[in-house]
């Protein structure tokens, strides 16, 4: 039996890999920080004594002390013979340590937290991208390891064009935020679409699929390379310590913002929510008339949105200003969303066998740009 992560995402620690029934391992932390959550692994199985599969039975020993201890409540890890579909095995917290316990098909299986979004699969998606005719590629700089900050920039700039923002994965473990933006990328860019080819005649849409490339090809769950949670760096970010943030805001302030939205995943919320800026300081009624026409549009597109479920509401003037959702709506007075996907299913509408999924999530991604084209007269 073997168990190796030395790869792309991958992330997990060997304790003791020698019984087939007793596998202990442990998930490591991001770099310089105390987050983890984030695993990834592949595992080389071992016939018993007869020849025969038989089941693995693999504990991570200290999932207790990660970041959301509460995730692992009714969690089931996925598993992929192929790398391409993400199947969900039976996994239990004790409340202490997680246990993934199932008799693999083939000879080679790997286990991960949600779908892996691979920084190749990344590549491929804006080079793709840019073949559109009204795409731009543009690399705003590079991220602590050396890694390209992409934006694509889709439609043509023009004075009296609301300018649309959407990034994901500022916390590179949310895998679903990529999946999102490539389903809403499939649709903006078919030029078949007559949905698409109206949104960019009205607006221009810059997206950053991948604001923390770093931390996605280390494995991480919430951080960059030097341990920068990047979703609390949007007040005062640094070169230093968070060029990602920094990088994109600076092309922000160059060029403006109307609405933003920036997609995330949630440990521990089995549905699909959004978290908006009731507590920012610029707060007016206005706002919350985007706000809520924003919502109930999604409410009726599809049964996999909804608004029942989701963090509690910030007091007036009291939202946290490092927050890149905060930040934009306060400093552009424009519509700003966090969207959050669940790492486990969406209750509302379950699927046992694959949970809250990267199909799921491309499909949020389309149905959310039938969102904003019904938004995008009001931007302005
Ligand atoms: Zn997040």
Known sequence: MQITDNFDSGNIRVINATDASNIQLEIKHDNQSEFYQWFHFKLQTELNANGERQEHVLHLNNVKNSAFPGGWNNYQAVASYDREHWFRVPTQYDGEKVTISFTPEFDSVYLAYFAPYSYERHQDLIHNAQ?????????LGQSIDGRDMSLLTIGEPSEGKPNIWITARQHPG???????VEGLLDRLLDEDDGLARVLLNKAVFYIVPNMNPDGSVRGHLRTNAVGANLNREW????????????????????VGVDMFLDAHGDETIPANFVA???GIVAYDARHKALEDKFKDIMLVITPEFQDTLGYAKNEPGKANPTVGTNWVGNQFKCLAYTIEMPFKDNDFLPDASVGWSDERSRILGRDFLTGIYHMVDDLR
């Open 131 to 139: 073949l559109h005719p009204l795409c731009q590629l543009q690399v």
């Open 174 to 180: 949310e895998t679903m935020a990529e999946w999102f």
């Open 235 to 254: 007040l005062e970010p640094t070169m230093d310590r968070s060029p990602e943030v920094y990088l994109v805001r600076e092309k922000m302030l160059e």
């Open 276 to 278: 908006g800026c009731e």
